[in-house]
DNA sequence: TCCCTGATTTAGGCATGGCTAAGTTAGTTA
DNA sequence: TAACTAACTTAGCCATGCCTAAATCAGGGA
C-alpha cells in the first residue's frame, strides 16, 4: 500500500464509512467500534480492519482500544460525502418516493455523482421547490 | 456457489457485461471475448472468466472457444439495465452535464435506481421537457 | 494437408472488503 | 484489588473481479 499522498480515488466503502463516522460523532461525541459496527450492520472485526486501514491512510487517527478522531482529510471526505448524500436525498424526497426506496438507492448513487452533476441536480432542486404545480403532476409515478 | 434460481441480485460488474453484450450484439450481430474485452477495457482473461461464470448462473449460453448468446434471463437483465442507463443519461443531458461527465456517472449510478425512482426521473424528464424557460434557468450550474 | 497467428483459455496472483472464532484489553463492580 | 464482561483485535477464510504469463485452439493460407 502506497504512502497515499493525495491521488487515489476513494471507495464506496471508505466513504461509507468516513460518512457514519462523521455522523456518530457528530450525534454521540465520539465513533467507537461497536456503534459504526452497529451503524454499518457489519462485524466488528470488519470495522477494525478498515480503521486501521483509514488509520495508515491519513484520514483519522487511530488509537488501538481507545478511540479514533478524523483529520483534516478525512473530516473533508466525510463532509463531502454526507452533503452529496443529502443533496440527492432532498431531490428525491421532491418526486415523492418513499423513504425506505430514497435511502437504499442513495446509499449507492451517492458515491458516483461528480461535482458537475451535484451542483446541476442541485439547481433543479431548487426550482422544483418553486413549482409545486409540477410536482404534483409528478406524483402519480412516485413509489 | 449456489444454483442461482433467480433470487440473488446482479452485480455491477454483471450489469454492465451484459449491457455491453447486448449492445454488441445489437450493432455487429454477435459479442466475441476480444469484443466485450475491448469495449470494457479489461483483458480478455477477465472476460473469458465472466462469461463462463454468467453461463453458470444462466444468463447466457458459452460454447468454449466458440461464441455466446444470451438467454432470455440474461436479455432481459440486459435490456432492463441498458434501459436504466439510456433513462438517467437523458436526464443528465437535459440539466446539460458535459457528456463526458454524463457517460461517467451514468456508468455507476445506473446501478443503484430502484423501479420506483426509475419511474419518478422519467416522469420528471417528460415534464421537464416541456418546460424549455425552466431548463434555461439551470444553464448556469453545468459542467 | 500443415502451419501461423489471432482468439481464447488456464494458471497463478493480488486487492478489496466481508465473515467467524479465538484471544486480549480495560473499565466497572463486587 | 481481583474478577467479570463488553469492547476490541488477531488469525484465518472466502467471494468478487481484475491482472499477466503461458498454454491451447481453430480457421485460413501456403
Ligand atoms: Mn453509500
Ligand atoms: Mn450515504
Ligand atoms: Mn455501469
Ligand atoms: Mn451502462
Redesign the interface.
Known sequence: MPAKTSGSRSSAAVEDYLERILELINTKGYARVVDIATSLRISQASVTNMVQRLDAEGLLKYEKYRGLVLTIAGETLARNIARRHELLSEF?QL????QR??D??V???E????P??L??????TD?LRR?PA?LA??Q????
Chains 1, 2 share one sequence.
Do not use: F, Y
Not at 418526486?95 to 418513499?98: A, E, I, M, Y
Not at 451542483?119 to 433543479?124: D, S, T, V
Not at 402519480?140 to 413509489?143: I, L
Open positions: 428525491l418526486l415523492g418516493l418513499d426506496v430514497i437504499h438507492d446509499e449507492g448513487m458515491h458516483h455523482i461528480s458537475a452533476t451542483r446541476a441536480i442541485e439547481a433543479l426550482q413549482r409540477l403532476r409528478l402519480g409515478a412516485a413509489s
